[in-house]
């Protein structure tokens, strides 16, 4: 089974931007995506990207955030523009429908 890693994440003030990314142990050949978990609050997706580019964003971040891969690295990212407090949350990258769960990267936002 592939592994994936997800870094990048950190703490940054309202309004900037971070650029997550995940490495996969493998070759990644479904579509992949990013899910986030905010404090109390139930594991939800933030956007995803077919094998061939396609892409979907959840709608609390539909033109600020922009999800991307690179098949022949075995890397997908996340770029995170216009961030809000409300972005707070762990980020984590898998396959869509998901599968293991790694350990997830913080993103902290202050106002």
């Known amino acids: 089974q592939v592994q994936l890693l997800e870094s990048g994440g950190g703490l940054v003030q309202a309004g900037g931007s971070l650029r997550l990314s995940c490495a996969a142990s493998?070759?990644?050949?479904?579509?992949m995506a990013w899910y986030r978990q905010a404090p109390g609050k139930q594991r939800g997706l933030v956007a995803h990207?077919?094998?061939?580019?396609?892409?979907y964003y959840a709608d609390s971040v539909k033109g600020r955030f922009a999800i991307s891969r690179d098949n022949a690295k075995n890397m997908v990212y996340l770029e995170m523009n216009s961030l809000k407090p409300e972005d707070t949350a762990i980020y984590y990258c898998?396959?869509?429908?998901?599968?293991?769960w790694g350990q997830g990267t913080q993103v902290t936002v202050s106002s």
């Open positions: 493998g070759s990644i050949f479904n579509t």
């Open positions: 990207i077919t094998r061939i580019g396609s892409t």
């Open positions: 898998n396959t869509l429908p998901w599968s293991t």
